[in-house]
């Protein structure tokens, strides 16, 4: 069988498809592909079954420490703790949850990878503002993987190379997955929804039977990346706290959510953002 090739922005090794673990519904995400993604070059998270509750402490956020493929397998056969005595926020308590059949599969984003995550479903006006942007961006983006649990071909989080470092701002109903901040579900994993995650070519919305390795992603286009760059870009990935009152105050007056929004939902917010 013939493996269909796209076009990368920059040649990468062609991979027979027989080598490559093919996705499929009906088999527990983490426990099949996590080896397989991560030999690719990204980084996998352990999800409880059916959700996107993360079960590991240490391996997200600014400070958060990669897994290596052999802890991966450890995970995967059941005897490995996430306790990580060289995380500074680690407290010595290992798995939030025990181990779990049929756990989701996480990604969190490798340097230099960013998930452009387009929501366009339930009012959300994502199929808006992507075309918006394209305009001020002076091109559409390039053909790409998404990962998406929706049909509308549209929804999804297209993934692109950036500048090692850079932040990248959210938009209206498009957010930013990036390094320090959320993470992706990975084709195989089942949404809240019930439907499954799956991975898919942008500019065909078909199914890709590989998983692309993270140096053969497009890069995000310079007047794109110029476009979206977060004004604040202080942060540095060591976890060093640089903000400022006034940058605090100045994050929470621009993501205030009206009625209902509350302090506690404020500083949760902010947290996740900025730790």
Request: net charge negative; hydrophobic share 35%; glycine share 10%.
């Amino acid at each position: 069988m013939t493996q269909i090739q796209f076009p990368p922005p920059t040649p990468v090794p062609p991979q027979p498809l027989a080598t490559v673990t093919p996705i499929v519904a009906e088999v527990p995400p983490f426990d099949t592909y996590a080896v397989s993604w991560a030999e690719k070059g990204w980084e996998v998270l352990p999800m409880s079954p059916g959700a996107k509750v993360l079960l590991a402490k240490g391996i997200t956020g600014y400070n958060g420490v990669q897994l290596s493929i052999d802890e991966v397998r450890q995970a995967i056969a059941g005897d490995l703790s996430y306790s990580r005595p060289d995380h500074p926020d680690d407290d010595g308590k290992g798995l939030l949850h025990p181990w779990q059949p049929n756990r989701n599969l996480g990604l969190r984003m490798p340097p230099g990878v960013i998930g452009i995550d387009v929501d366009a479903y339930d009012g959300k006006k994502g199929a808006v503002t992507l075309p918006r942007l394209e305009g001020k961006g002076g091109s559409r983006l390039p053909a790409t993987w998404v990962l998406t649990a929706r049909d509308d071909r549209t929804s999804g989080i297209r993934l692109f190379r950036i500048p090692p470092d850079t932040k990248l701002a959210d938009q209206t109903d498009i957010e930013m997955i990036q390094r320090h901040h959320r993470y992706a579900m990975a084709a195989g994993s089942l949404h809240k929804t019930g439907h499954l995650y799956r991975l898919l070519r942008s500019d065909t919305w078909t199914e890709s039977p590989v998983i692309p390795h993270v140096d053969g992603l497009p890069m995000l286009p310079a007047a794109w990346v110029k476009l979206l760059k977060a004004k604040d870009q202080t942060r540095e990935f060591s976890g060093v706290v640089v903000q400022s009152d006034e940058h605090v105050q100045g994050w929470l007056n621009d993501h205030a959510a009206g009625v209902g929004y509350t302090q506690a939902d404020a500083v949760r917010e902010y947290d996740r953002a900025w730790g």
